[in-house]
T-cell receptor, first 115, second 109 residues
Framework: GAGVSQSPRYKVTKRGQDVALRCDPI?????LYWYRQALGQGPEFLTY????????KSGLPNDRFSAERPEGSISTLTIQRTEQRDSAMYRC?????????????FGEGSRLTVL | LAKTTQPISMDSYEGQEVNITCSHN???????ITWYQQFPSQGPRFIIQ???TKVTNEVASLFIPADRKSSTLSLPRVSLSDTAVYYC??????????FGGGTRLMVKP
């Protein structure tokens, strides 16, 4: 696609429910990153993939959070048993290469609200 | 991992040049320095990237001294629309791209 696409754009859920956030990268982009951003804060790194391989998941807050990218394209971030503190904007970003250069292209984000 | 430190906020006036400095004392040999701009309700957007000396593009310049322990983003003749948060990133060797708190630039008329 023309840009990084994230869905849903807005998600309201009740505490204890599971949610799945989807990221559809720019075609051909190798690296895919997930961030979480609270209001007034910088993006907080969660995890990233090169192709289908999850390279680093050290930023995932706890074991309720998981991510996958099974075919090296679309990625899903899953939060199980959501809690109110999980409420935030979740941002996906991708780039063309797996090396340490090149710009990240961000999607518009998925705003999660846990009641 | 290289950690970055930058001022929390800056004020400027339209037409002035703005320089935002970021320190990254633990930068590694292979690390690049990248700056992003973020407007409210939008994702960060790439501005400029460099390794050493000076890089210039149509929107900004990036100055990196020889020791590479800091970098300065220079925005020439800012306008009201440059009001945003600016982030300095160091591309870690492991490619875990970590954003700091950023610098909130307020451009006043």
């Amino acid at each position: 696609g023309a840009g990084v696409s994230q869905s849903p754009r807005y998600k309201v859920t009740k505490r204890g429910q599971d949610v799945a956030l989807r990221c559809d990268p720019i075609s051909g982009h190798v690296s895919l990153y997930w961030y979480r951003q609270a209001l007034g804060q910088g993006p907080e790194f969660l995890t990233y993939f090169n192709y289908e391989a999850q390279q680093d998941k050290s930023g995932l807050p706890n074991d309720r959070f998981s991510a996958e990218r099974p075919e090296g394209s679309i990625s899903t971030l899953t939060i199980q048993r959501t809690e109110q503190r999980d409420s935030a904007m979740y941002r996906c970003a991708t780039r063309t290469r797996e090396m340490n250069t090149g710009e990240l292209f961000f999607g518009e984000g998925s705003r999660l609200t846990v009641l | 991992l290289a950690k970055t430190t930058q001022p929390i906020s800056m004020d400027s006036y339209e037409g002035q040049e703005v320089n935002i400095t970021c320190s990254h004392n633990n930068i590694a040999t292979n690390d690049y320095i990248t700056w992003y701009q973020q407007f409210p309700s939008q994702g960060p957007r790439f501005i400029i990237q460099g390794y050493k000396t000076k890089v210039t593009n149509e929107v900004a310049s990036l100055f990196i001294p020889a020791d590479r322990k800091s970098s300065t983003l220079s925005l020439p003749r800012v306008s009201l629309s440059d009001t945003a948060v600016y982030y300095c990133l160091v591309n870690n060797a492991g490619n875990m791209l970590t954003f700091g708190g950023g610098t909130r630039l307020m451009v006043k008329p």
